[in-house]
C-alpha cells in the first residue's frame, strides 16, 4: 500500500513543481511523468490484493475481469525465492488449468499480494490448493 501511495504523491508533487516554476518545458516533463506514475500507482491500488478465496474457489483479478479457479483444477502454488542483483526476492507461482483446459502460469509479487508471498502460499496449501514451498 506505500508504494502506490508514493507513486501517487510523486506524480502530483512533480506536477505541483513543474507548474510553481513556470518553466513551460518543466510542466511538460513533469506533467508526462506524472502521466506514467499516477495511472500506476491507482492500478496497484485497484487490483490489490490480486488473490483471494471467495466461495472456496481462488479468485484471481486480472485487467480484463477476475477468474475463478476451483481448488481440483490449481496444479501447483509454490514459493519461490530468487535472488536478483544480491537481493533476494520472494515471490509466488501459480499454476492452474484454465475453462479451456490449457495450463496458466501465473506469478505475484509482494506487491501483488499485499503481503509475503511465502505466507499466501502456505495459506493456500492448507486451504486445499495444492502446492509445495521452497
Known amino acids: ?36 506514475v499516477i495511472p500506476a500507482g491507482v492500478m496497484q491500488l485497484i487490483r490489490r490484493p490480486r488473490i483471494e478465496v471467495v ?12 477468474v475463478f479457479v476451483p481448488p481440483a483444477r490449481v496444479v501447483e502454488a509454490r514459493a519461490l525465492g530468487v535472488a536478483r542483483w544480491g537481493v533476494r526476492q520472494h515471490l509466488m507461482r501459480l499454476e492452474y488449468v484454465d475453462d479451456r483446459g490449457r495450463e496458466v502460469l501465473e506469478v505475484f509479487t509482494r ?17 486445499g490448493f495444492g502446492g509445495s514451498t521452497l
Do not use: Y
Not at 8 to 20: D, R
Open 1 to 36: 500500500m506505500l508504494w502506490p501511495s508514493a507513486q501517487i504523491a510523486l506524480g502530483v508533487g512533480a506536477v505541483a513543481v513543474g507548474s510553481a516554476n513556470g518553466d513551460p518545458l518543466g510542466l511538460i516533463l513533469t506533467g508526462l511523468l506524472a502521466l506514467f
Open 55 to 66: 466461495d472456496g474457489q481462488l479468485a484471481i483479478r486480472k485487467l480484463r475481469g477476475v
Open 111 to 127: 506487491g501483488d499480494l499485499g503481503t509475503d508471498p511465502r505466507e499466501v502460499t502456505d495459506r493456500l496449501v492448507e486451504l
